[in-house]
């Protein structure tokens, strides 16, 4: 029979270096406690002043923006008004710049139109073929009448703006 042992190996000492003298151990001493950071009162009052103050700036900007955009809508239908009022204008100029229109208010101010025209030589001075106003006030040929349902009625001007109405959620 075989038996089985166990092997014990013998204990090994470990090798120790040269022993070095000794190192003085430092002295302790009794250290006072750290002073305690007081209240937190100032950071939460600092903090609350931050916040406010970033909400009363955005309240500001964002009145100014309404404030401008009732401007900007007051400006442009002003000048949808002047656009009106400039169309009207032309509209006016070309019916009152038509021949016609020029000769009746000739004729009202007392001119008559030129039917044998004279000439100034501007070297000399003389009057070259004669005219006389008599004769050609003799002629004078009515301007027709224009039915009121062929005539151009007088464009309508806007004076007075229109009223805003708000957007509807200002209250009752």
Do not use: W
Not at 51 to 69: E, G, K
Request: charged letters at 20%.
């Amino acid at each position: 029979m075989a038996s089985t042992s166990a092997v014990h190996a013998p204990a090994v000492r470990p090798v120790r270096g040269p022993r070095t003298a000794p190192t003085a151990r430092p002295r302790l001493t009794v250290v006072a406690a750290p002073k305690t950071s007081g209240s937190s009162m100032p950071f939460t009052i600092l903090c609350t002043l931050i916040v406010t103050a970033t909400l009363a700036a955005l309240l500001y900007l964002n009145i100014q923006m309404s404030d401008t955009s009732y401007e900007i809508t007051r400006l442009q239908s002003q000048s949808q008004r002047l656009t009106e009022e400039k169309q009207a204008l032309v509209e006016t100029d070309e019916r009152l710049g038509t021949p016609q229109e020029l000769e009746r208010q000739a004729r009202e101010i007392g001119m008559v139109p030129v039917t044998d025209p004279a000439y100034i030589d501007l070297d000399t001075g003389e009057v070259i073929g004669e005219t006389s106003p008599t004769a050609q006030t003799e002629v004078n040929p009515e301007l027709a009448d224009v039915p009121a349902e062929v005539a151009v009625p007088p464009a309508q001007i806007y004076d007075q703006p229109t009223t805003y109405h708000g957007m509807g959620n200002e209250g009752v």
